[in-house]
């Protein structure tokens, strides 16, 4: 029996302790198994690691299959330009590993360069850093996977070479970015259609970027930072103006090292550390963890104000204190320290909002994906271009573009963040990853930019504190704030509270009397194809007793699970 009828078979809506805003039947079934599960953001990205986790492999080796058939049926949102953060719980050790995959701005990147640029620019030659994510799953693979490049990229090669049908979603980014890849001919050859738009269903054929990934099987990832593919990236940016050179390819080194930890309410939470903004999900739990979220109700009024105010409150500290901790002391202890979280609630006004940007304490484009196999490992992964198709440009003869991330960079020398060469800009991108009872329970991630937080703050609430299972925790309208400096150059601070009409139509008018300045949309953002859920979210959750894995998907874009 298939693993996809299996899935099938087990899968079902259960009853929620509390139905919300949205009640059965789902948008999305709760997909349930034992022995394996992939929650991706294709159909194709969760086929390819499941196949993987069926023949053997575990969920390291899973994850590589998924990032790099993400280059390939959504390269508009990551791939092997891009970078990114891993998060795992390995069983055989005992411990939750992290590994930090983003690349740094090139050596000859500074501060009076990009000034004589007139700043940094949001797509184009000169707008990408060192792409880490390759090396980073490299690392991974070599000290925790099992299996070996020619049959984990099998199938991104097959579905690169013989082509993919574009759904609607992925048709659409395209054709979006049309007016983006025009003006680079080998970005109109590879990734518009005569150039011009797609049509859903049309089959996606690309040649080069097939070839690239047989010679990364053949050869591994060192030849995409030291060999055959490291001079064709670097050559063609020389040739065309940009700053990134062979030696900041071949001086990369992906970084493992310690998560940053807190505890909420019996579960131990584990996210992505600086350069990450990681720490705004766990300096908020410290927040709310003493206050009573269930007496308030779930989306009332007083619940919505007061996640937006402690929001606010963590990500004025991430603004100021959180850049490459190579380049500045980030002081995460103190910040996730109980007793400053004490400090930093009592600046909440249960009656009034704070107006604009709060005040610091004293102390785009992405993927992600969640995976569980039956040896008892968990990883929950975000990786990104940044942008749509990353900077635009298409490495020719690759098939490949690469990230415009240097645009997180500040050019104020007094930013924590301020552009410097080698050094890495601070990161939207935060997977996270739950224990409880020494047991992994929850992985859990999301795309969308300075909304990544803020909506896996309300996802995990909504299993944690309200009891419901993952597919109707992902399918209840999340709120945005704005009132911080956005992470993309040149920073601008927001002073809006996004809410969709259906929230908006119930609570609205007591936010604006607490002062929130609204902006109601018809459906759910960041991704508005959905009229609920938080993001575009992509939840493993595991029963400590059972061992049943749960996975669910928000209701947008192309997000699927499989598992069995």
């Known amino acids: 029996m298939s693993a996809l009828l299996l899935a099938a078979l087990l899968s079902i809506a259960c009853q929620a302790q509390d139905p919300g805003e949205v009640k059965e039947p789902f948008w999305r079934t709760l997909v349930m198994g034992t022995h394996g599960m992939v929650a991706a953001e294709h159909p194709l990205e969760a086929r390819a690691g499941l196949h993987i986790l069926e023949r053997g492999g575990n969920a390291i080796d899973a994850a590589v299959a998924v990032f790099y058939m993400t280059g390939v049926v959504e390269q508009h949102q990551a791939g092997i330009g891009g970078d990114a953060f891993i998060l795992a719980y390995l069983a055989k050790q005992k411990q939750v590993i992290f590994i930090n995959a983003t690349g740094p701005a090139p050596k000859l990147a500074s501060i009076e360069r990009y000034r004589k640029e007139g700043g ?10 060192v792409p880490g994510a390759v090396g980073g799953f490299d690392l991974a693979l070599r000290k925790y996977g099992t299996r070996k490049y020619p049959e984990l990229l099998e199938e991104a090669i097959e579905a690169a070479r013989d082509g993919h049908p574009l759904t609607h979603w992925c048709a659409g980014n395209h054709n979006a970015a049309i007016a983006k890849l025009s003006p680079y001919p080998g970005s109109v050859k590879a990734l518009l259609k005569n150039g011009g738009a797609f049509e859903p269903g049309d089959v996606f054929r690309q040649p080069d ?33 940009g700053v990134l050179r062979y030696e900041d390819l071949a001086s990369y080194q992906p970084e493992e090292g310690p998560p940053i930890h807190t505890s909420y309410k019996g579960y131990d939470v584990y996210e992505a550390s600086p350069n990450s903004q990681g720490i705004v999900l766990l300096q908020s ?18 619940y919505v104000h007061t996640l937006v105010e402690t929001l ?15 380049f500045y002391k980030v002081p995460s202890r103190q910040l996730l320290s109980k007793r400053y979280a004490e400090e930093r609630r009592k600046l909440i006004d249960p009656d009034h909002a704070h107006p604009g940007a709060a005040a610091y304490g004293n102390p785009g484009e992405t993927s992600s994906f969640s995976i569980a196999d039956r040896y008892g490992n968990l990883v929950s992964v975000t990786h990104s271009n940044n942008g749509t198709f990353g900077s635009g440009v298409v490495v020719e003869g690759g098939g490949y573009v690469l990230n415009n991330r240097l645009q997180y960079f500040s050019l104020d020398e007094k930013d924590a963040n301020a552009l410097a060469p080698g050094k890495r800009p601070r990161h939207t991108i935060n997977p996270a990853l739950a224990m409880k009872n020494g047991k992994p329970v929850l ?9 990544q937080p803020q909506a896996m703050l309300q996802a995990f609430l909504n299993i944690v504190e309200f009891g419901m299972n ?7 309208p999340t709120v945005m704030t704005a009132n911080f400096h956005a992470s993309n150059y040149p920073q601008p601070a927001g002073d809006k509270l996004t809410i969709p009409e259906v929230l908006a139509a119930r609570i609205g008018g007591e936010l604006r009397r607490k002062g929130h300045r609204l902006e109601v949309t018809r459906m759910q953002r960041p991704y508005s194809q959905q009229p609920a859920g938080a993001g575009a979210m992509k939840v493993v959750w595991i029963d400590p007793e059972s061992g049943v894995m749960f996975g669910a998907v928000s209701p947008a874009k192309d997000d699927y699970v499989m598992g069995w």
Not at 214 to 240: P, S
Not at 443 to 451: E, F, I, Q, R, Y
Not at 470 to 476: K, R
């Open 120 to 129: 940094i620019p949001a797509s184009g030659i000169l707008s990408s850093t």
């Open 209 to 241: 970027l097939a070839r690239t990934l047989e010679l990364m099987a053949r050869e591994g990832a060192g030849t995409f930072y030291r060999g055959k593919l490291a001079h064709l990236t670097a050559d063609f940016y020389g040739k065309h103006g």
């Open 285 to 302: 739990l410290n927040m709310l963890e003493p206050l009573d979220l269930k007496a308030m109700g779930h989306n009332s009024a007083p």
């Open 312 to 326: 606010k409150l963590a990500f004025a500290d991430r603004d100021h204190w959180v850049a490459d901790p190579r």
């Open 443 to 451: 992985a859990w991630n999301t795309p969308g930019g300075d909304n």
């Open 470 to 476: 993952p597919q109707l925790a992902l399918e209840q």
